[in-house]
């Protein structure tokens, strides 16, 4: 199982979380990667845990102010990008654009969606994987996998008919081992979360149970 940690916009100590990470990963086998702010790239990646950012721009070098350019999150020790998150949605064409550019640094790729719909379009697209997030339960401690099986079942299948080289990971609501092996048991290749481990009074801790049915 793979298990991304979106930080997102927490107020949380990006390195603190990725050491802790990056240990729990090495100790039990288990990969582990977080997604930090982009300002925090190089910090992150320097603790030696596998580093992913958030979002990259549909954009190559050149006039694009605010941009994340793939190259500098590259530059910065990025190997993989997340894209399309429910709360970065992108159009179609970006989208894809954006993708070509994660490609151009041979960056790993996951693109969310909401349903199984939206994943097997997002399957078409190309990327190494796709996560299938409900909107209505990020950050809400819910987990999809328990919440609305049927929702990772269907997407697994959808993503299957399309590619059956994309993973599907599941989002929303994961914080705990059961979690994880619910979406394991449901055909997740991986899971997406954030506020179980960002928001936890102790990471580490939040990071060992999450891990420790597949370790
Ligand atoms: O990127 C992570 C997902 O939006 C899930 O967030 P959550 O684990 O806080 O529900």
Redesign the pocket.
């Known amino acids: 199982m793979f298990v991304?940690v979106?930080l997102?916009a927490y107020p949380c100590d990006p390195v603190a979380v990725a050491t802790a990470a990056h240990e729990v990963s090495e100790s039990t086998g288990v990969r582990i990667a977080i997604?930090p702010q982009a300002a925090h790239l190089s910090a992150v990646a320097d603790t030696g845990v596998e580093t992913w950012v958030q979002h990259v721009s549909p954009v190559e070098h050149g006039s694009h102010t605010g941009s994340t350019l793939a190259e500098a999150a590259a530059d910065a020790g990025a190997v993989g990008a997340?894209l399309n998150?429910?709360?970065n949605r992108l159009k179609l064409a970006d989208l894809d654009a954006s993708l070509d550019a994660a490609e151009r640094v041979d960056f790993e790729t996951i693109v969310?969606a909401n349903d199984p719909d939206q994943i097997a379009a997002a399957a078409a697209l190309g990327p190494d994987a796709v996560?299938v997030?409900p909107p209505e339960?990020?950050?809400?401690?819910t987990p999809v996998s328990k919440a609305d099986p049927d929702i990772v079942r269907d997407a697994v299948d959808a993503a299957a008919a399309v590619d059956a080289s994309v993973d599907v990971l599941c989002?929303?609501?994961?914080?705990t081992g059961e979690d994880l092996a619910s979406a394991q048991d449901l055909g997740a290749e991986g899971v997406?979360?954030?506020?179980?481990v960002?928001?936890a009074d102790d990471p580490r801790a939040a990071l060992e149970d999450l891990v420790d049915p597949v370790a």
């Open positions: 991304l979106n997102k997604a997340l998150h429910s709360e969310c996560a997030e339960l990020i950050g809400t401690g989002g929303a609501g994961i914080s997406l979360l954030a506020s179980g960002a928001k």
